[in-house]
């Protein structure tokens, strides 16, 4: 299903399973792989992150209730009580709602036509006030029940992937004090946009993509829509991608102002994530 032994493996030699309650495990289930960090929340620091991969051939139809029963079973003290454990969905049947509109669930079902509410799948919301919206989207009960099975003392909360990032994004937009700013998370074979103008989150999209002259049309149609200035409004890139890529080469012909992100000042890494890309890893420390 997974790789035995995960591709990256980290951890503070410091980190005691002795102490588990004293930290948050937060664990992420994507198409071509599997992942979890752990955080010290006295120090508030990311002490432990391990990343596995999919076979390639085998492992593209796994449920993620597979993935998380086999890597407990890998890894016993996973099973400890945490002071948290969050799971970060990071499907793609998501959408941002203003909180202005005050929808009851039913106007909530009629909103989200492209969002299925299929049997066993259960409608959850992330409140991002300091954005002034929702992030409403689904998981599955087996989820669910599992993370309940699983971690019957510790404290377990499931929230979006896009939620995290966005939240991260905000902080990292107001910090660059620009009136605004075009955030890339690229990925395998599509990209999620954040766009933030006016001082303002303004969109979120996500786009499949086979070329770069796909993405390139995407990015270019988003700026023209929203009417901005490829000359004005930057673009800042995370998750994978490097100068070198045929994807930044492309995207330099059009917006000159090009960046990639860098780790917030609030979010501690221990000294074993040096070796890391941050703006490749960026996403994975958002829980």
Not at 243 to 265: C, E, G, M
Request: charged fraction near 25%; hydrophobic fraction near 40%.
């Amino acid at each position: 299903m997974i790789l035995t032994k995960p591709i990256i493996s980290l951890f503070d030699r410091n980190f005691d399973h002795n102490t588990i309650f004293n930290n948050r495990l937060s664990i992420r289930a994507f198409p071509d792989g599997f992942s979890f960090s752990v955080k010290n929340l006295e120090e508030s620091r990311y002490v432990g992150f391990e990343y596995y991969q999919f076979d390639k051939k085998n492992g593209q139809g796994s449920l993620a209730v597979d993935l998380l029963k086999e890597i407990t079973v890998q890894k016993q003290w996973l099973k400890e009580r945490f002071g948290e454990v969050v799971w970060v969905c990071t499907e793609a049947d998501n959408i941002f709602c203003p909180k202005a509109l005050n929808m009851s669930e039913n106007e909530l079902k009629h909103y989200m036509f492209n969002l299925e509410l299929a049997p066993f799948r259960h409608l959850e919301k992330d409140d991002l006030n300091n954005l002034g919206v929702y992030n409403f989207f689904t998981v599955a009960s087996q989820v669910k029940n599992t993370l309940k099975e699983i971690w019957t003392d510790s404290k377990i909360d499931i929230q979006h992937f896009n939620s995290l990032l966005l939240y991260h994004l905000h902080v990292d937009f107001i910090n660059r004090g620009s009136e605004s700013m075009v955030y890339l998370h690229i990925d395998e074979n599509h990209f999620d946009i954040f766009v933030f103008d006016q001082y303002r989150f303004k969109m979120y999209n996500q786009f499949q993509f086979k070329t770069a002259e796909d993405f390139i049309y995407f990015l270019m149609n988003v700026y023209h829509q929203l009417n901005l200035k490829p000359e004005h409004v930057g673009v800042t890139f995370l998750g994978k991608i490097e100068r070198q890529s045929d994807l930044y080469r492309k995207t330099y012909r059009y917006v000159r102002n090009l960046s990639f992100i860098r780790l917030a000042s609030n979010m501690k890494l221990s000294y074993i994530f040096d070796q890391l890309s941050e703006h490749r890893y960026y996403s994975f420390f958002c829980g």
